[in-house]
């Protein structure tokens, strides 16, 4: 092949490339939009669970928009993830951005005989209603630990929704 053809078929491929980079920031930029000042007005920090959450303030962690108190309070969370991820996570069902499928207690589908309850602002699905009881009893922090750290996300099957949709509970 000749070297002024190979040169022709990179500079497609890197022009093919850099638009589907631009989209993909569209696209991220459009789904910030779609989280509304009526979806944030309840969010905290995941890194200050007693300050709110800003608008200004916000970075892509899955797939989806996570805000912050403050820039220092985002560099804290790039810093130690692992730290903050259950009120990440809860903040990111809070918002909207991620729909429940599974309870976070059990992992089973939801069915008829399913109970409900409150973690803060959130309402869940649970099979055990003693279970929810007893998780209810707990300070918030301890409920938010139990219910979104990795392993209560997981067995929630919490999946990322459409920004349009209404949550099932």
Not at 76 to 87: L, P
Request: with cysteine; net charge negative; glycine share 4%.
């Amino acid at each position: 092949m000749q070297p002024s053809r190979i040169l022709s078929c990179l500079a497609v491929v890197l022009s093919i490339t850099w638009c589907e980079s631009l989209n993909a920031e569209d696209a991220v930029a459009t789904q910030q939009q779609h989280v509304t000042s009526e979806r944030l007005q309840d969010a905290v920090c995941p890194v200050h669970p007693d300050q709110r959450a800003r608008r200004e303030n916000a970075t892509n962690y899955k797939d989806a928009w996570l805000y912050f108190s403050s820039p220092e309070a985002m560099q804290s969370f790039d810093a130690g993830k692992e730290k903050q991820e259950a009120f990440a996570n809860y903040q990111l069902v809070l918002t909207k951005q991620y729909r429940q499928q599974n309870c976070p207690l059990s992992g089973e589908e939801p069915d008829e005989d399913f109970g409900t309850m409150m973690v803060g602002k959130v309402q869940l699905l649970v099979l055990c209603e003693d279970c929810a009881k007893e998780i209810g009893k707990l300070p918030l922090e301890e409920q938010v630990t139990t219910v979104f750290d990795a392993q209560g996300f997981e067995l929630a099957k919490f999946t990322r929704g459409k920004l349009d949709e209404e949550p099932k509970p």
